[in-house]
């Protein structure tokens, strides 16, 4: 007999399988709706066959890509500066399946198809739930095409190499590539947010092209093969587009100094780089690259929104993969009412996300053909990003709490989450960025405001809770004492009261009422799983629940 046998202590019963394959599209009620609501239902294959590699293949690969992080490789061998950043094979699978499904450029590739950015985003709620870090290059990339639409000789250049499905990683030429992708540059150490006070000097050239000198203190992702950028030229601050790789071969004047270390986003490189006369092209006009890098922040925002929305649903799927097969006091946890409460909270809140993000979407769909549509764009990008990135860490952490101790253990996917909650409230500008820019939109542009209460008062008198909250919003942006002192509590209630609006209008018996009693009403908690009796605790927990092996 074995020393095993002999001895033995324990035997492991009553804890969870490791969750199944599934296909995550074919799993999402709520996505599924949101997509057929705006138009893009036409884009069903395409989103099945995401939803069905993320969740056959794709969630190991992005285990494994936070696992090894990124090296920075600033010599070869023999002394050469090569300024290499090397990535486990897993980031690159990542990168190639992403791109071979569009996830990138399905938008302007469709651009004649409505709902082409609402099918778009769905492809990157799908995607991002195997992994966020390599969302950053696929981001920047998709959100540059109309940044650099405004010099079109560039546009001619580059627009196609980026919208391009091949992913190629090699340290060569953008015009020997088969793919590209792009990346940004805004910061400095001495201004971060306030990009007026850069102090990179952009030095003008007999052939038109400029001479860069100075820094940035977060250059992502440093592999890219060119980057946006931000510099002062004589004329006030220009939009640069600076290559990795000069079209003879040789590197660039960008010299990366280290990678950041970060709290999460392993699997992304974010870094700090000096410019040595590095070379770049001018985008758009001399003074106006504030406005100009402006239209990609729009959409690099919208994205904070869709990969918030996307952690929060793959922390819930976690959430109910063990909660069906755990016991405890003699029930399943599943069965029991306040674990219920608590999913069906989550799945709520999930559902309030993905509603929101795929409304924004749905209006930048619109805006170059609809004026109102693009003045509700404007605003709600940053609201929306305002609080559904601010509800990602809270989502994530309460589903950790239902796995308990081992929600926190590294061995599962809920530790990385939770890292990277927080980031997308912090990129692209924090909370109180977001806050002044509504505050700035509504001053400066009228239209922005009727837009905003046109989609509130789309929903008046469906619910008593609802109707109070669009009464307090509509007086508290009236009255301009300390608008900006309390600006966070107004957009987050504006962005609770847009979600709500879609609820109450989505034909969901319950779900919008329910929102409305737990956000909105006067008995709300501060915590999730605050629903109260009568709330539709089964339908949302069956609308969430995946089909296992799908």
């Not at 990346?183 to 003008?204: C, H, I, P, Y």
């Not at 799983?529 to 009568?534: D, E, H, K």
Request: proline content about 5%.
């Amino acid at each position: 007999m074995s020393v095993e046998a002999q001895f033995r202590t324990h035997e492991v019963h009553n804890q969870p399988e490791p969750m199944p394959g599934y296909n995550l599209w074919r799993s999402d009620l709520p996505l599924q709706q949101a997509i057929a609501r705006h138009g893009a239902e036409w884009a069903a294959d395409n989103l099945d066959a995401m939803g069905q590699q993320v969740g056959h293949e794709l969630m190991e690969a992005g285990e494994l890509a936070n696992r090894h992080r990124p090296e920075l490789h600033s010599f070869d061998r023999y002394g050469r500066r090569i300024d290499e950043v090397e990535f486990h094979p897993a980031y690159h699978q990542l990168m190639a399946a992403a791109m071979a499904n569009q996830m990138h450029s399905f938008a302007w590739n469709n651009a004649e198809r409505p709902g082409a950015h609402v099918a778009r985003a769905g492809l990157m709620y799908l995607y991002g739930q195997a992994d966020a870090g390599t969302c950053c290059p696929l981001t920047m990339t998709y959100a540059s095409i109309p940044a650099l639409r405004h010099s079109p000789e560039l546009a001619a250049q580059w627009v196609p190499r980026l919208l391009s499905s091949d992913y190629d990683p090699r340290t060569l030429p953008a015009e020997q590539k088969r793919g590209c992708t792009i990346g940004m540059g805004m910061t400095e150490k001495q201004g971060g947010s306030d990009v007026r006070s850069n102090t990179t000097q952009a030095l003008l050239q007999p052939d038109g092209s400029y001479r860069l000198i100075g820094h940035k203190f977060f250059f992502s992702a440093p592999m890219c093969d060119a980057h946006l950028v931000l510099a002062q030229t004589g004329q006030g601050i220009g939009c640069f587009l600076l290559p990795r790789v000069l079209p003879d071969g040789s590197l660039n004047g960008v010299r990366i100094q280290r990678l950041k270390d970060k709290l999460g986003d392993w699997s992304n490189a974010s870094s700090e780089v000096e410019f040595l006369g590095a070379t770049a092209w001018l985008v758009g006009q001399e003074g106006r690259g504030v406005a100009t890098i402006l239209e990609m922040v729009a959409l690099t925002r919208l994205d904070c929104m869709i990969g918030s929305a996307s952690m929060m649903r793959q922390a819930l799927t976690q959430a109910l993969n063990h909660v069906r097969q755990r016991a405890a006091f003699g029930r399943l946890l599943i069965d029991q009412p306040l674990m219920r409460n608590v999913l069906a909270d989550l799945a709520l809140e999930n559902e309030a996300a993905v509603a929101l993000t795929m409304r924004v979407a749905a209006a930048v769909d619109a805006s170059p053909r609809d004026e109102q549509e693009a003045a509700f764009a404007r605003i709600t990008t940053a609201i929306g990003k305002y609080l559904i990135c601010k509800r990602g860490p809270l989502v994530t952490n309460e589903a950790q709490e239902c796995l308990g101790g081992l929600g926190y253990v590294e061995e599962n996917i809920l530790p990385r989450l939770y890292r990277q909650a927080p980031l997308n409230s912090i990129w692209e500008g924090s909370g109180n960025v977001q806050c002044l820019d509504v505050l700035r939109a509504l001053r400066r542009e009228p239209e922005t405001r009727d837009a905003l209460f046109a989609e509130l008062t789309a929903a008046r008198g469906l619910n008593r809770d609802y109707d109070r909250q669009l009464d307090w919003l509509a007086q508290g942006f009236a009255d301009p004492n300390e608008l900006e002192m309390r600006s966070r509590l107004l957009v987050e209630r504006t962005g609770m009261a847009l979600q709500a609006s879609l609820l109450l209008r989505s034909n969901q018996p319950g779900i919008g009422d329910a929102f409305c009693r737990a956000r909105l009403g006067a008995e709300r908690g501060s915590a999730l799983g605050c629903l109260q009796p009568g709330d539709p605790v089964d339908l949302l927990i069956g609308r969430a629940m995946p089909q296992w092996g799908g």
